[in-house]
């Protein structure tokens, strides 16, 4: 019998398999829960059934629980949307049950799933499984058993390093701490459940229902010691802390009380601000993939196996230590044996950090390593499918390159830049193939960050785009496709950024203040100390095209040449607006206050010559208001396809908060009006520099949310998809 996504099919042997079924990862949904706990009714019922093995179709247990259904609680208001299933249906149905569930788990057992395999009486695990409870990430917490029941199972210090971070485990490991009871091939895993399930109603196998061991847990003073150091280092954050309560609930007063307190605090956090904006930096993030006639015409990616990459210095480094780490070849080329040798050794330093973090096995390290070659000549580039030059923001260079790319390599391979900033048909002008000319603007680090802006001029094919798309996928980088123009959509709409900081300081607010008001904000670090990890060099070049561009919005601060002309470059030679030392954090430094007062009295720009008053959260506004405003011009322009691809980018690529949802999502919870009000106001007091967009003030006028770009943007796309208005 089907329905609802369920099946049940009784065995000769007894055995009721209870099949979830909703391609393509068999998510959760109520009309699942409502039938999985009819099913299960029936089952326990019925005298030709023994026993239960619960599983999913298609070599998939179970994805989790569909993550649009917390969006449209939060939108509405309404918990009752979310199913309550933690006690009605895990703790009564299957937990309580009188003949035994064995959860048959396999691909990636996520959240919801994970909990509805641990309320069962065993879990029998396919090779490779992935297991994880990663609703910390949503800004909530396990809502049906997982705080509680996974303590009990694998101890108290496991369960919160997955808990806490988030952390995937294998079924192999989930084996060692008792979370699996066995792990087999795929093709016996029914096979093994079914045969388990039985020995379970004829005590061979132990019939453990979880919420009630406590063997794990350790006496009562060693778990609330382990708790309460571990509320000392987790984040700071709602669901964190939560967390931690919910636990220590279970453990001093049972696991049923801990089920009723989880329940409670879960349906409080999905309402909390920090929830709505995880929740919605998730599904924009999924939503990238979506690109109008490029993949949803039936389309096929050809495949790209080799790679090649030219420039072997920080970014060209990363780039190919992403590329070999996705299964790709690459061949590095220089201009030198020196550069070369040196990018190599950057590349072979990427990959043992990696390895000694235990991100990466010695074996799986060696592979990698063995996809790399380096070269000084365009010789072997007849072999590649894709080509990324990787050199330094220098027009002439990069345009040279391009065309001795285009000769060396074959017909159908793609030409890509990770230029940052410059227009692409700038640097592709001396190219015959305009077609096949791309952009792959990666982020520093490129082996780590997992954004990729993939830019399109407007004769670039769909099939170059759905290629890289392709690649994206391969080394786990999130695409998001802009249409071409000065600093595309990311750096374009976070330029205003470090330049309001750099004009905040000559209108002589304090450098390191502002660094501490970001960092406060939720940034990892201020604008300040980033241009000093990035080093001056970059931020120089980037204004420049920046100033030729947009002119009428471009604050040119001396600031930086200055400390160029001191000897200063950052973080590179361990002297910028901080000191670095090695094995220590950066300090500010002092040093850099007359400097940065021989930058005020070039600029001329205080008030009477007299630093502004401003409060804390002013400051943080009128460096943040801007990117708004500027974000609001690349929508006007149609640089991105959806209004939340830019939130996408500014968690990803920039590292805005990911709690506040993204640039966009959060001036939206501010407000466009208000947003707009101030940008007004200071553009009166300061300067053009503040000018509110035509954009903004529109919405903010007529009180329409900048997210709701989405489908207009959308739309617009399916008509005309290469358009750069």
């Known amino acids: ?46 005298d030709d059934v023994k026993a239960v093995v619960l599983t ?46 064995v959860a048959a788990i396999e691909g990636h057992v996520l959240g919801g799933a994970l909990e509805l395999a641990m309320s069962c009486h065993a879990r029998i695990a396919a090779t490779k499984t992935q297991l994880c409870l990663p609703e910390l990430n949503l800004g909530v ?12 199972l694998i101890g108290l210090p496991k369960a919160l390093e997955m808990l806490l971070l988030s952390r995937s485990i294998t079924s192999e490991e989930g084996n060692k701490l008792g979370l699996v009871d066995a792990v087999v091939p795929s093709e016996e895993l029914l096979i093994v459940s079914r045969q388990w399930a039985l020995d379970i109603t004829v005590r061979r196998k132990p019939w453990i229902r979880s919420l009630h061991r406590t063997d794990k847990l350790g006496s009562l003073f060693e778990a609330c010691t382990v708790i309460k150091k571990a509320k000392l280092t987790a984040k700071n954050m709602p669901q964190h802390q939560a967390c931690l309560d919910v636990i220590e609930e279970g453990v001093i007063y049972g696991g049923y009380h801990g089920i009723l307190k989880e329940l409670k605090v879960f349906k409080e956090l999905v309402f909390q601000e920090t929830s709505k904006g995880l929740v919605h930096a998730f599904l924009s993030q999924r939503a990238t993939t979506k690109v109008p006639i490029v993949n949803d015409i039936g389309r096929k990616p050809r495949p790209v196996k080799k790679v090649a990459v030219i420039g072997g210095g920080f970014m060209g480094s990363g780039i190919a230590t992403a590329l070999i780490l996705g299964d790709i070849s690459v061949i590095l080329k220089e201009i030198n044996s020196e550069y070369l040798l040196t990018g190599i050794k950057t590349v072979e330093a990427n990959i043992r950090g990696l390895v000694s973090r235990k991100e990466l096995t010695d074996d799986k390290a060696e592979k990698a390593l063995m996809r790399l070659k380096g070269v000084l000549d365009y010789s072997e580039f007849k072999y590649v499918d894709m080509a990324i030059e990787a050199v330094n923001e220098n027009i002439a260079l990069k345009q040279k390159i391009f065309a001795d790319t285009e000769r060396a390599c074959p017909p159908h391979c793609i030409l890509a830049s990770n230029t940052s900033t410059i227009d692409l048909n700038i640097v592709g002008e001396m190219t015959k193939s305009k077609d096949r000319i791309v952009g792959a603007h990666f982020f520093s680090p490129a082996h780590i960050t997992p954004l990729l802006e993939i830019v399109r001029t407007e004769k670039t094919s769909p099939q170059v785009i759905l290629d890289l798309m392709t690649v994206a996928k391969t080394i786990h980088k999130v695409p998001i496709v802009v249409e071409n123009c000065t600093g595309f959509a990311v750096n374009r709409t976070f330029f205003p950024y470090s330049q309001c900081a750099h004009l905040l300081v000559n209108m002589g607010i304090d450098v390191f203040r502002i660094d501490r008001l970001i960092g406060n904000f939720g940034f990892p670090i201020g604008p300040f100390q980033l241009q000093d990890l990035a080093g001056y060099g970059v931020a120089v070049a980037t204004t420049k095209e920046f100033s030729l561009s947009y002119p009428d919005r471009t604050f040119e601060s001396p600031l930086l ?22 094995g220590s954090k950066p300090k500010p430094d002092s040093s850099v206050l007359p400097i940065i007062d021989e930058s005020r009295r070039l600029t001329n720009v205080m008030l009477g010559g007299k630093p502004i008053s401003v409060t804390d959260e002013e400051i943080v506004k009128m460096i943040l208001f801007p990117v708004v405003n500027e974000a609001c011009r690349v929508l006007d322009d149609g640089i991105v396809i959806r209004a939340s691809d830019l939130d996408v980018a500014s968690v990803l690529g920039m590292s805005f908060p990911s709690y506040r949802g993204g640039i966009i999502y959060w001036a939206d919870t501010i407000g466009a009006d208000h947003v707009y009000t101030s940008l007004d106001k200071w553009s009166k007091l300061y300067g053009n520099f ?22 207009m943007l959308t739309i617009t796309r399916c008509i005309c998809p290469f358009s750069n208005t």
């Open 690 to 711: 503040f000018r509110p967009s035509k954009f903004l003030e529109e919405r903010a006028k007529r009180g329409i949310p900048l997210v709701s770009v989405f489908l």
């Open 56 to 101: 999913g179709n298609g070599g998939k247990f179970s994805g989790g629980f569909d993550v649009n259904v917390f969006e449209r609680a939060q939108k509405a208001g309404d918990i009752s949307i979310i199913p309550d299933v933690s006690v009605e249906l895990f703790v009564n149905v299957i937990e309580d049950a009188k003949k035994p569930v």
């Open 141 to 152: 917490i396990p809502g049906s058993g997982g705080t509680t029941r996974l303590p009990r």
């Open 561 to 582: 040449n200055l400390l160029i002309q001191k000897g200063r470059n950052g973080k590179c030679n361990g002297k910028g607006y901080y000191v670095y030392e090695k």
């Open 1 to 46: 019998m089907k329905q609802g996504g369920v099946t049940m099919e009784v065995g000769n042997d007894a055995v009721a398999i209870l099949t979830i079924s909703n391609p393509p990862v068999n998510i959760l949904s109520a009309a699942i829960f409502d039938r999985l706990k009819e099913l299960l009714i029936e089952a326990m019922r019925r």
